[in-house]
């Protein structure tokens, strides 16, 4: 890759001149990859943001995918990598910024595009498409990790990075502009979150350590804005709302020997291997009632007499925040 970018602090960028910089960046990243860029005229539009319809092109050649047609799904799954690529650099907003069809594909996705947490929703949905677009994403995602692309996309995305937030610093320059969305990278490299909301508010945060980042990496700096997966504190009335841990959080939910369960509700019970447990038939427990909805919230029909799996389980807790993602509640 050839193109260079001015250092921080080298002085203002003149508009025009940015957005060529950064198309030139996104063509030398996809044409030292091998993605084929086809230009607004052959059958793809402008994405808007300068380098969207490049870095797109990229995101199909990670996806193993040159050619949308006939399957919708390939469509909205390379836009799910792009943003989700982008989320990292601050870079998100830009690339969704538009009147494309690529852009209204990007204002539907979820905060953080391509979590796995999606699929328990998608599928209770029934939306294959989304499913299969998420599926690819995800893989995607995953080969972009490995050389040659990694050092090729960080590369590209940092540079990017550094010319949109001098731009978005020039004086006069309009508020619409998509170069005014770019927001610096997120400390913890995950993606952006909601504006207003820090680390120290999210559910997440324990004793000053993000639990979805591992090792060192895992300290939070002071100040920290909110990333991507941010969630409330939870308090004991969100498990009327959520009954992730009844539901899809868990397979089922074990009943030791001595257990009041045992003796209520024998009926209840089934046998998985050596234990007695609740089952979850339609990945929902058998002693669960509701719907979660504030008329008619989840509620357990022996709560008093639940067994030790599911009153030892703490509000809040890593397993109860984990329980949510695989539940698709977040």
């Known amino acids: 890759m050839t193109a260079r970018v001015p250092p921080q602090g080298a002085g203002e960028i003149v508009l025009a001149t940015a957005g060529d910089l950064v198309e030139r960046i996104w063509r030398e990243a996809a044409l030292a990859i091998g993605a084929e860029v086809r230009l607004p005229g052959d059958g793809v539009g402008s994405t808007g943001f300068p380098g969207g319809t490049a870095f797109l092109a990229i995101c199909r050649h990670l996806l193993g995918t040159s050619v949308d047609s006939g399957r919708p799904w390939r469509g909205l799954a390379a836009v799910r990598l792009r943003a989700a690529l982008a989320d990292r650099w601050g870079l998100r907003p830009c690339y969704a910024a538009g009147g494309d069809r690529e852009t209204a594909l990007a204002v539907r996705l979820p905060n953080d595009p391509i979590h796995g947490r999606h ?3 998608l599928c209770a949905a029934g939306r294959e498409a989304d499913l299969l677009s998420l599926e690819a994403a995800q893989l995607g995602y995953h080969r972009a990790a490995g050389e040659p692309f990694q050092a090729l996309l960080e590369e590209a995305l940092a540079s990017t990075s550094r010319v949109a937030l001098s731009v978005s610093a020039t004086p006069g320059l309009s508020e619409a502009s998509p170069w ?6 997120h400390p913890l490299g995950l993606g952006n979150g909601p504006l207003g909301e820090t680390c120290s508010s999210c559910a997440w945060n324990s004793r000053g350590r993000c639990l979805q980042v591992e090792g060192s990496a895992s300290r939070i700096p002071r100040g ?5 997966r941010w969630e409330p504190v939870l308090v004991d009335e969100s498990c009327r709302r959520c009954g992730a841990c009844c539901r899809e959080g868990f397979s089922y939910a074990p009943v030791l020997k001595r257990e009041a369960m045992r003796e ?5 019970l089934v046998r998985a291997g050596r234990r007695l447990v609740l089952p979850r038939p339609s990945g929902k ?3 669960l009632d509701g719907s979660g909805t504030e008329g008619d919230p989840w509620t357990c ?10 009153s030892g389980l703490s509000v809040g807790s890593r397993s109860c925040l984990e329980a949510r993602r695989r539940a698709g509640v977040v």
Do not use: M, N
């Open 180 to 185: 005014c969305l770019a927001r610096p990278p």
């Open 264 to 268: 209520k509700h024998p009926e209840w």
């Open 224 to 228: 920290c804005p909110s990333c991507a």
């Open 285 to 287: 427990c058998v002693a």
């Open 301 to 310: 029909r022996e709560y008093a007499d639940r067994p030790k799996a599911c």
């Open 119 to 121: 699929r328990t929703l």
